[in-house]
């Protein structure tokens, strides 16, 4: 299986629970492997044949620029499906953390994996 990544993309997002959450942007960092639908791109070295990550990078900005979520689980879980799903990928990696939130607590966060059924 061959698995692209993308890792330490940080964004700001409003996430979380907490009144002041739901105004104040933090930002999150995220960090994902995906696994490739075919082993074809390494054969042609063409973009058609992979997954583009700057497509993926633009779809996960976009949805959190027009989403609210309160927790990092539902966070993690649509970023996952919309990897799936609109990619293709047969199988995804996300782990999302908020960084300096807890005093002493550099990040915190979760990690998932997804595989299409």
């Known amino acids: 299986m061959d698995i692209i990544f993308l890792k ?5 997002t409003l996430i979380g629970i907490y009144p002041w959450e739901k105004k104040i942007p933090q930002t999150i960092e995220l960090n994902l492997e995906i696994a490739l639908p075919s082993q074809q791109a390494s054969k042609t070295d063409h973009i058609e044949d992979t997954l583009d990550y700057s497509q993926i990078a633009y779809k996960i900005n976009s ?15 649509n970023i996952a ?3 799936l799903n609109e990619f293709g990928s ?8 908020k960084l300096d939130v807890i005093q002493g607590v550099k990040q915190l966060g979760i ?5 299409r059924l």
């Open 8 to 12: 330490e993309f940080r964004i700001k």
């Open 63 to 77: 949805m959190l620029d027009q989403q609210h979520f309160s927790l990092l689980e539902t966070l993690t879980e």
């Open 81 to 83: 499906q919309m990897i």
């Open 90 to 97: 047969p199988w995804v990696k996300v782990s999302a953390a």
């Open 111 to 115: 990690c998932i994996e997804r595989s």
